[in-house]
């Protein structure tokens, strides 16, 4: 699914966000990526999501070559990721299910389909009678909710997170982490960027963390090792 080769991102006026970075996220896996703020989370998540590109050596999703993606066929493949940020993004000045249905507006589809699968999206995340509300009047979970909805509205193969209960309590995050494990057993892999290491750690998933820049911690090597040695 996610590979990286030696992955450096440098941006403009020298800064190094990563530092020959490289990782392997197979088909259906969950992930976390841990780390200092500023040490690299968000420019990984962008990389695979087509908004920023390295400097050096290699990012591959389903063995696209990132680096080389022409600037028209990035919609294309886009429509197969999920992308959930911290701040929502929402659409204020439209209500719940206008926000949701957004990226298959754009895709073209069908006014039925449409319909049919906003609801579907928001009933997978306790939101279906909160289609006519308006974002402003939805609780900061609720709100964090309705991202996800429309993340998953297209039916993706990889959902990536950044820090996406970074402004919620203990109770909401468990609840949204919980919904990232649902949609995960059903087969869609995710990544998501987080400080919340108490939490992670009790959901027992593979971690990467980072430090300025530099990938020191990979568990999914050592679940690649696992496998390798055909214990699975």
């Known amino acids: 699914m996610i590979e ?6 440098r941006y403009e006026g020298g800064f190094e966000a ?9 088909d259906g896996e969950m992930a976390f990526i841990t780390g200092h703020s500023g040490a690299g989370k968000s420019t990984l998540l962008k990389i695979i999501a087509l908004i920023e590109k390295p400097t050096r050596g290699q990012a591959l999703l389903n063995r696209i070559n990132l680096n080389n993606v022409a600037r028209q066929r990035i919609p294309h ?16 000045d439209r209500p719940v299910f206008d926000n949701v249905a957004l990226p298959l507006q754009i895709q073209g589809h069908r006014r039925q389909e449409i319909a049919k699968r906003t609801r579907a999206a928001l009933d997978k995340v306790g939101l279906l009678n909160k289609e006519k509300s308006m974002p402003i009047t939805l609780s900061g979970g609720e709100q964090q909710r309705v991202g996800i909805a429309r993340a998953v509205v297209h039916k993706p193969m990889l959902l990536l997170a950044d820090e996406p209960t970074g402004n919620l309590d203990p109770v909401l995050s468990r609840e949204i982490m919980q919904i990232f494990i649902d949609f995960n057993q059903v087969g869609v892999t995710v990544l998501i960027a987080s400080h919340d290491l108490g939490l992670i750690e009790e959901l027992d998933k593979p971690r990467l963390t980072l430090n300025r820049g530099q990938l020191i911690l990979n568990d999914l090597a050592a679940n690649e090792e696992w496998r390798n040695d055909g214990w699975r």
């Open 18 to 26: 990563l530092t020959n970075v490289s990782l392997q996220l197979g």
């Open 4 to 9: 990286f080769h030696n992955v450096t991102k």
């Open 77 to 92: 493949i886009r429509r197969n990721i999920g992308i959930i940020f911290q701040d929502h993004q929402l659409l204020f």
